[in-house]
């Protein structure tokens, strides 16, 4: 089939997108879809009804209906780790029972999300106090996927942030929480450690150090810190007790645990019920991922849409553009849940995967990447197929011009991406402006647009918490339906271990330790830098 789809993208070589509307006046509505008000369009791409056909038919091809029936039904379908992939249980909210090796995991997942509840609404409501009084400031100390979707769900919504100042430390860099420590009173800030395995050494060096300002300032450690984790007695040697510390199953994958207790400091600054229509919406797409048919299915269509631009088109990465300031970290976000997912070179049965798997996922909010690498994106020479986000209405009624300018600003960049402007069109415009003869020429090229480079657009109402619930599960499913088609493992991510582990190595030997032997030549020149000029 992946023969068969390199035939039709060569028989399109050389076809204009913009032709294709001049071809088919509702190419924009039969290569559109929408969901509970989300819309997806794939017009100003190659595709047309030939190739969505043969895509679709990949579908079946990898029998992706008994997947997704595995993948919601408990089965283990991480086969490297012998693992459910169930995040879909945390948003099950009216759904019924999800059984895992035998077990309803229903009641433990509502009894979670009650103790959360119970406990941001202490936290938010003064109930829960530091020493100096009412918690003022939350730090969330977690990385990876301890970090990510709560520091992106935080930022995206912000209008509706009512709850304490968050704040997220990630790195092992000690100017991360230096910075972030610096403006804080340690009596009332509340810690909060995420990490699943507890282990995590960036998180537990910050954690640490965390411990020892507030300890120092007159804060404590033993009152004012709590924990998410699935282990429990290392958070327990830490010294965060049971009551304080939220645990979730090896079920859910760090990269798609925003929905359980990871989230939990989203709901500290938004509240219980903002939190609970965020799940919703999640449910809400879930619904709509089993229920629709492929060719109307948006994860489906962007997982198509994908493969068709990196497997068969072979363009090596997408920029994903968010026209939407509050999404400023939705593209860091995909990077770990895309290309930790589908970063892989190994099928699923341990045969070498043939051909390009998760492409390279990177990308800024606009307008502000249009005055930065949108140049390339025009007249580079590698087709970049872009992704743009855009909401029809923003949260600030009196500042409508500006998202007047935003939408105008969105659009106009996908359609000069398709349509360019032809050498005819660049030396008309420079004729216009009193050019001519050889100097015009020259001009002229460096203003040409080839044109004819694709995109996509996801448009929703407005950013509210549903619709941002809506978001993440789609690309989540997006995620799960390439990696079936590609015939990969989504859900482990090997990939990260090696180079944990030689860094446990290399620290004794930046310590001082002279047993540099084993070490490559760049390597140990580089120790050699560090040492001289370190402190
Ligand atoms: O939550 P933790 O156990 O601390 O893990 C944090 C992160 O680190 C690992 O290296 C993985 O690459 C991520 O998938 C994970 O989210």
């Known amino acids: 089939m992946w023969r068969e789809l390199k035939a039709l993208h060569d028989q399109a070589q050389g076809r204009r997108i913009g032709e294709l509307f001049e ?12 969901a509970d008000g989300v819309r997806l369009d794939y017009s100003k791409t190659q595709i047309d009804d030939g190739i969505r056909k043969t895509l679709t038919a990949l579908c079946d091809r990898r029998d992706l209906a008994a997947r997704r029936a595995a993948m919601f039904a408990g089965a283990l379908i991480n086969e490297t780790e012998h693992r459910a992939a ?7 909210l009216d759904g019924g029972p999800v059984v895992v090796e035998g077990v309803d995991v229903m009641p433990q997942v509502r009894a979670c999300l009650g103790r959360m509840q119970t406990f941001a ?16 400031d939350v730090v969330n100390i977690g990385i990876g996927g301890s970090d990510l979707g ?3 769900a935080t930022l995206a919504l912000a209008p509706y942030h009512d709850g304490p100042r968050l704040h997220y430390v990630s790195n092992v860099d000690g100017a991360h929480i230096a910075d972030t420590l610096k403006a804080l009173d340690p009596k009332t800030t509340w810690v909060n450690v995420s990490s699943k395995t507890f282990t995590t050494v960036e998180t537990m060096t910050n954690a640490h150090t965390a411990r020892d300002w507030m300890a120092r300032g007159g804060g404590d450690p033993a009152r004012q810190f709590s924990a998410i984790t699935n282990a429990m007695e290392r958070a327990g040697d830490f010294g965060i007790p049971p009551e304080r510390a939220f645990g979730f199953a090896d079920w859910v994958g760090g990269r798609y645990s925003i929905w359980g207790p990871i989230g939990l400091p989203l709901m500290i600054a938004v509240g219980p ?20 048919p492929w060719g109307e299915n948006l994860p489906v ?14 363009y090596p990465t997408r920029a994903v553009l968010p026209y939407d300031q509050r999404l400023a970290r939705l593209p860091a976000y995909l990077q770990q849940l895309e290309m930790e997912s589908n970063g892989k070179s190994v099928a699923m049965d341990g045969s070498p995967v043939m051909g ?12 502000n990447g249009q005055h930065a690498f949108f140049q390339l994106l025009h007249q580079g020479t590698d087709v970049v197929p872009c992704e743009f986000l855009i909401a029809a209405r923003g949260h600030e009624p009196d500042l409508a011009h500006h998202h007047r300018l935003l939408i105008a600003s969105c659009l106009a960049q996908s359609k000069a ?4 402007r032809s050498p005819e069109q660049a030396r008309a415009k420079m004729a216009a402006q009193g050019g001519e003869g050889a100097e015009l020429d020259r001009q002229a090229r460096h203003r040409v647009f080839a044109g004819n480079r694709p995109s996509v657009t996801l448009s929703y109402p407005q950013l509210t918490p549903f619709v941002l619930g809506q978001i993440i599960a789609l690309y989540e499913h997006r995620v799960f339906v390439e990696g079936v088609i590609l015939g990969i493992n989504s859900f482990d991510q090997f990939g990260v271990e090696l180079g944990k582990e030689m860094a446990t190595s290399l620290g004794p030997v930046l310590d001082g330790d002279d047993s540099t032997g084993g070490l490559d030549g760049s390597t140990a020149a580089l120790v050699a830098f560090v040492r001289r000029n370190g402190a």
Do not use: Y
């Not at 071809?23 to 929408?34: G, L, W």
């Not at 169930?86 to 099950?92: E, I």
């Not at 609404?121 to 003022?136: E, F, H, I, K, M």
């Not at 991406?417 to 360019?420: A, H, K, T, V």
């Open 23 to 34: 071809k088919d006046r509702n190419r924009a509505d039969r290569f559109s879809i929408e």
């Open 86 to 92: 169930l995040h879909s249980a945390l948003r099950n």
């Open 121 to 136: 609404a202490a936290v938010r409501s003064g109930a829960l106090t530091g020493c100096g009084g009412p918690v003022t």
């Open 150 to 152: 709560p520091a992106m």
């Open 273 to 292: 019920e903002t939190f609970i229509e965020f799940l919703r919406g999640g449910q809400a797409m879930d619904d709509h991922f089993r229920a629709a």
């Open 301 to 314: 269509l962007m997982a198509l849409t994908g493969l068709w631009h990196s497997r068969v088109c072979g």
């Open 356 to 367: 390009r798997t998760g492409p390279i996922v990177w990308g800024e909010p606009g307008t």
């Open 417 to 420: 991406l398709m349509l360019g």
